[in-house]
């Protein structure tokens, strides 16, 4: 196990509603980062959080946002949801001392949109 | 943006064969990782080679990294059912400064009793 825990397991939303997705951090890393797997791919990165800060962003529209707070845990939030949006979301931290130092991830959220 | 190609997507085999994996970019790599992914979990960092030309062995498992740092290999001696899943390579965005990791798209092996 890596110590970064996320819920729910699973959700199921329909078009155009909105989800908010959470990450535990392993204890004393100040970094997450979040991807969204599709079936039968890599992941793909979203963006990741420094410090409360957003540290970076992949190629991914504005309905998709994210906080970190002050004990490093995080969120992602998806509005107005489409069926693409359909995947596994992965959040993974890191140590401290380097931004891109080995990543941990969790087991994932599946979400599936209708 | 690097792109990672991995070869091949699917491959099904029996217990006790060995197999090799493949990943590929057109760019060099800084480093590369190699994870594996179960059903329901997230991917598993097994390991990472930095030099070109190195070699690391996880008991059944040998990683090698081309001379180039262009290319890399994961071969399995003697398959078992237990390592059945997904396996990825990925490789540090370092255009990026955020540490991001770009992913192959993945090998699915299933290992047959």
């Known amino acids: 196990e890596t110590g970064v825990t996320q819920s729910p397991t699973h959700l199921i939303k329909t078009r155009g509603q909105q989800v908010t997705l959470r990450c535990s951090s392993q204890s004393g890393h100040n970094t997450v980062s979040w991807y969204q797997q599709a079936l039968g791919q890599g992941p793909q990165f979203i963006f990741q959080y420094y410090r409360e800060e957003e540290n970076g962003r992949g190629n991914f529209p504005p309905r998709f946002s994210g906080l970190q707070f002050p004990n490093y845990s995080s969120e992602l939030n998806v509005n107005a949801l489409e069926l693409d949006d359909s995947a596994l979301y992965l959040c993974a931290s890191s140590s401290p001392g380097r931004v891109w130092d080995t990543q941990y991830f969790g087991p994932g959220t599946r979400l599936t949109v209708l | 943006t690097q792109l990672l190609e991995q070869s091949p997507q699917f491959l099904s085999i029996q217990e006790g064969e060995n197999l090799t994996v493949y990943c590929n970019s057109s760019?060099?790599?800084?480093?590369l990782q190699w994870y594996r992914q179960e059903p329901g979990e997230g991917p598993v960092l097994l390991v990472t080679?930095?030099?070109?030309?190195e070699v690391k062995k996880l008991k059944r498992l040998t990683f090698q990294f081309g001379d180039a740092r262009k290319d890399s290999s994961l071969h399995i001696t003697a398959a078992q059912p237990g390592d059945t899943g997904l396996y990825l390579c990925a490789s540090e965005d370092r255009s990026s400064n955020t540490g991001k990791l770009i992913f192959g798209q993945g090998t699915t092996l299933q290992v047959k009793p």
């Open positions: 760019s060099v790599f800084s480093s």
């Open positions: 080679v930095v030099t070109g030309g």
